[in-house]
């Protein structure tokens, strides 16, 4: 048997722009390949048992917005991380209360936590070659540009409710750790990782990486909402639940990372290439039917760009999880795959690149994510796929 080959795991930063030396209200870590990113954790503003759907129609619009300022040649990473802490009672004077605080101590319970990190696009051909971008397309002025459109961002979510704070060199340490070590503390315990084309084990945790979309093989549902409706046929059930409910519904898990990344290629480029697309099937349409169909989907989304002022963005979205045992991993991932199954979304089963995906899933390093891993769509159809909920 070959001996498994070492490799050091590069941290993909290089450093950090303190926001007390320039009077801004954050820090700005540096990526590796120049790109500035700028964090912000916020709160979910709809709570997990609303139920009201215009509560996720007004989150899905303030997203939609977020998106619409920061603009094209950026990047949007939002990261819902789901962990089980112990409750530890709460003192109190009065005695009853002292006493049915004490009656939880101990007991496991759920939380959320959600950051959304902005940062620059970096072309496919800089990874490939290994180099900086810096003083290539990323200048001082749009260093200075990403920062006023944060500003512009947190004002937003402010006045939204969704009790947004910048993030500092701190704050950016225990995302990251936590995401490295699949296990959110202050104190971060960092073990090798072993990578296999199924898994990774970080310890003695077992971690997968399950990415939604195969792009060789999109298998979506031609048509979504912001929010899903419960069914069945009880009182509730045109109950309005959250696209993804059901993550929070798992159990034998340690820590999950629902990663959600949107790119916002150049506009103008990106239109001219979906119409020479259209063009091309357009011209093939009488040999084989399935160029038709597709040139009427190209143009059926222009459309919806030209009429709806809408982005074409290239997504990717994937959860990452962590578990004690084999087994328990296995289960969970059947789980996933079945709840999304019914939802229409057939889950990637070339997703061989496990460290890669691992990789992609830190906080602001979104920028590893390659062509491949990326599907194109609108921003309105992308964000449908956003976690809106929070635990109360």
């Not at 959304?116 to 260093?143: P, W």
């Not at 993804?244 to 959600?260: A, G, K, P, R």
């Not at 074409?312 to 959860?319: I, K, T």
């Amino acid at each position: 048997m070959a001996a498994a080959k070492k490799q050091t795991f590069d941290i993909p930063f290089i450093g950090y722009d303190y926001g007390k030396y320039f009077n801004w209200d954050f820090d700005v870590l540096f990526g590796q390949y120049g790109n500035p990113i700028i964090g912000i954790r916020i709160k979910n503003i709809v709570e997990q048992y609303s139920a009201d759907p215009d509560n996720y129609l007004n989150f899905h619009t303030v997203l939609n917005q977020v998106v619409s300022i920061i603009g094209e040649g950026r990047i949007v990473q939002k990261l819902d991380i789901f962990t089980k802490k112990k409750y530890a009672a709460e003192p109190s004077p009065q005695f009853l209360q002292q006493k049915y605080s004490e009656h939880f101590d101990g007991r496991l319970f759920k939380t959320i936590e959600t950051v959304i990190l902005f940062t620059d696009l970096i072309h496919d051909k800089i990874k490939k070659n290994g180099r900086s971008a810096t003083g290539g397309s990323i200048t001082e002025k749009s260093y200075k540009e990403l920062r006023d459109k944060c500003q512009k961002v947190f004002m937003l979510l402010k006045q939204s409710g969704c009790e947004p704070e910048f993030l500092l060199e701190k704050d950016f340490e225990y995302y990251i750790s936590g995401v490295l070590s699949m296990q959110l503390s202050d104190v971060p315990v960092f073990d090798n990782i072993k990578s296999t084309s199924e898994y990774l084990k970080i310890g003695n945790r077992y971690v997968k990486n399950i990415a939604f979309v195969d792009v060789e093989n999109i298998d979506l549902p031609s048509e979504i909402e912001p929010y899903s409706i419960l069914g069945g046929n009880g009182a509730a059930s045109e109950t309005a639940v959250d696209n993804f409910t059901f993550i929070n519904e798992l159990e034998d898990y340690e820590t999950i990372v629902y990663n959600q990344v949107i790119t916002i290629p150049l506009q103008a480029q990106q239109q001219r290439e979906l119409d020479k697309k259209k063009k091309k099937h357009e011209g093939a349409a009488n040999n084989s039917p399935s160029n038709a169909i597709i040139a009427e989907e190209i143009q059926t989304l222009l459309h919806n760009i030209a009429i709806d002022g809408q982005l074409v963005v290239n997504a990717h979205f994937s959860l990452l999880f962590s578990t004690n045992t084999l087994e328990a991993m296995e289960g969970i991932q059947s789980q996933i795959e079945n709840k999304l199954f019914t939802k229409g979304i057939i889950v990637s089963k070339n997703a061989y690149n496990q460290l890669e995906l691992f990789r992609a899933a830190i906080p602001g390093n979104s920028t590893e994510l390659r062509d491949y891993d990326l599907f194109m769509t609108t921003s309105e159809a992308a964000l449908c796929f956003f976690l809106k909920k929070a635990i109360p």
